[in-house]
């Protein structure tokens, strides 16, 4: 089923200044999906567009078929849940609790079914009994999880995360990643993000499109587009770090493999077949 549909889409600031260029793509429900790209790309551009944050300045973005347009915010924006970069550009109760209630609260909703939710939202994301707690205490993970509470609770479809990673500790990342994973696999809610951290995107997402400059250069899924090493390093990205370790060891012919590992896991099941063909 067909979530998200962008076609044909370009946008225009203010200034005259183009943040995107023709960009047509498609999200099916359940998905999990990397917008790639580095600085300045147009990712965070384009995410505001699903939800009617900004209007495309041409082409269409339509969500579950209704036009992305005032008359219909109130059905997408329930749909598509935003995750910002900074949480602290989206916390600003003086509780968590108060946080996850006033998206709530927006949708009508109240009384027990409103304190179910809450609850909840909190046990997903590994934060219960923190309700009576100030957002603006946590740490940056704690805060990042709260953000992601506050959009979860009004149960999207769609979850839009814009550099879910940025700011985050290692121990940090590794846990929102398998959180993510979680929320897609459990209860089937599909996962777009915008990021540019190569070495997560193989973690997290099915699907890859490539954003430079505002326009779409590459798409498939993650290994047809990691496969592109010279267009990924000419627009100032890398290869996940494992992947340019193996690429390094193809180089001094220490092994020999045609598709380069994203992930350590794959990394390690190469390793164990080149060491298992070696013993033979």
């Known amino acids: 089923m067909e979530l998200i549909n962008v076609a044909g889409v370009s946008y225009i600031y203010s200034d ?17 999906v990397a917008i790639l790209g580095p600085n300045g790309a147009g990712k965070s551009t384009l995410f505001q567009l699903f939800n009617g944050l900004l209007q495309a300045t041409s082409g269409t973005v339509t ?5 992305v347009c005032k008359e219909h915010f109130p059905k997408i924006r329930s749909s598509v849940g935003m995750v910002f970069q900074d949480p602290d550009d989206q ?4 509780t968590v609790r108060q946080e996850i209630a006033y998206g709530l609260m927006n949708m009508h909703i109240s009384g027990q079914a409103m304190e179910d939710a809450i609850a909840w939202a909190l046990e997903i994301v590994g934060l219960q009994g923190y309700g009576t707690k100030s957002p603006h205490n946590l740490s940056g993970g704690e805060k990042k999880r709260v953000a992601l509470a506050s959009v979860l609770a009004m149960r999207p479809e769609v979850l839009v995360l814009d550099e879910p990673t940025a700011s985050l500790d290692p ?14 696999r459990d209860f089937g809610i599909t996962l777009i993000l915008a990021t540019h951290d190569v070495d997560i995107v193989p973690l997290l997402a099915d699907r890859v499109y490539l954003l430079n400059k505002g326009e779409i250069v590459l798409s498939g899924s993650t290994a047809e587009v990691f496969a592109h090493k010279g267009i990924i390093r000419q627009i100032d990205l890398r290869l996940p770090r494992v992947a340019h370790l193996v ?3 193809v ?11 994203l992930t350590i896991g794959k990394a390690k099941h190469l390793l164990e077949q080149e060491r298992t063909q070696d013993g033979n």
């Not at 916390?91 to 003086?94: E, H, P, T």
């Not at 121990?171 to 897609?184: A, D, M, Y």
């Open 251 to 261: 180089h001094d012919r220490v092994l020999k493999v045609d598709d380069l590992p």
């Open 63 to 67: 969500v579950k078929g209704l036009p």
């Open 16 to 32: 005259g200044q183009l943040a995107l260029k023709n960009i047509s793509l498609t999200i099916s429900k359940g998905e999990k």
């Open 171 to 184: 121990l940090s990342v590794s846990k929102l990643i398998e959180l993510l994973k979680s929320i897609n």
């Open 247 to 249: 690429e390094l060891l």
């Open 91 to 94: 916390l600003f109760n003086s």
